[in-house]
């Protein structure tokens, strides 16, 4: 189970464009993945499962608790993605950068048999605070087809807001940018065209100072005038 978990990590890792940096990893002491492995039990078994959440008040960061007090938390209306993972033990995480107290990892979690679902990949943000390794953040990455149904894997990319006729399934209706970015490839090319006309403005003043005016107009153009 912990050695399929780590294939498809590597696996996700790759579609997601997220290579696990060996460096990273080495940079971590024994007493920091201890802190990390108990911080992920916890997460996972009462956060990620809504399992006695009050349990898992501590193993994440403020910024993840948005605010709330132990008795918000409590209610359990809580974010990150519920999910019902299999197991008690996490430690098949792989480490994907690390800046300073931060650190990005991926965990493929397996799901409980009867649950009809498949695999999923999750990339968190920890941080360390005063010491302690805590869960700041956790998106869903991708997800993998149960077991006995057809292979499929939804990625990031299928999480986006859909057109009126799409289903996610790339039909002709289907919105893969969101709205807000619609602009960015015109805004490209008008910088492009704007920096072509600097460019031939550029051009010919200097070509005008180092001729000191003008070109002679054509002889037709000057008898003419």
Do not use: C
């Amino acid at each position: 189970m912990k050695s399929r978990g780590l294939f498809l990590a590597a696996v996700v890792s790759l579609l997601l464009g997220l290579p696990a940096t060996a460096s990273a990893a080495q940079g971590l002491t024994a007493r920091e993945r201890q802190q990390i492995n108990e911080t992920m039990d916890s997460f996972v078994n009462h956060v990620v499962k809504r399992q006695n959440i009050d349990a898992g008040y501590d193993s994440v960061t403020p910024n993840f608790r948005l605010g709330m007090s132990r008795k918000e938390w409590d209610k359990g209306d809580l974010p990150g993605v519920p999910f019902p993972a299999a197991g008690k033990t996490f430690h098949g995480w792989v480490v994907t950068y690390r800046d300073q107290n931060e650190l990005g990892v991926e965990i493929v979690l397996q799901p409980q048999k009867g649950s009809g679902v498949g695999a999923g990949s999750f990339p968190m943000t920890l941080k360390r605070i005063h010491g302690r390794w805590l869960v700041d953040s956790m998106v869903p990455g991708a997800f993998f087809a149960p077991e006995g149904k057809k292979a499929r894997v939804v990625g990031t990319n299928d999480f986006l807001a859909q057109g009126d006729g799409g289903d996610g399934g790339g039909g002709s209706g289907a919105q893969r940018v969101p709205a807000d970015f619609a602009y960015v490839p015109f805004a490209i090319f008008g910088a492009m065209v704007l920096i072509l006309i600097s460019a031939a403005l550029i051009g010919g003043f200097r070509w005008r100072k180092a001729r000191g005016g003008l070109p002679p107009l054509p002889e037709r153009m000057r008898t003419r005038t």
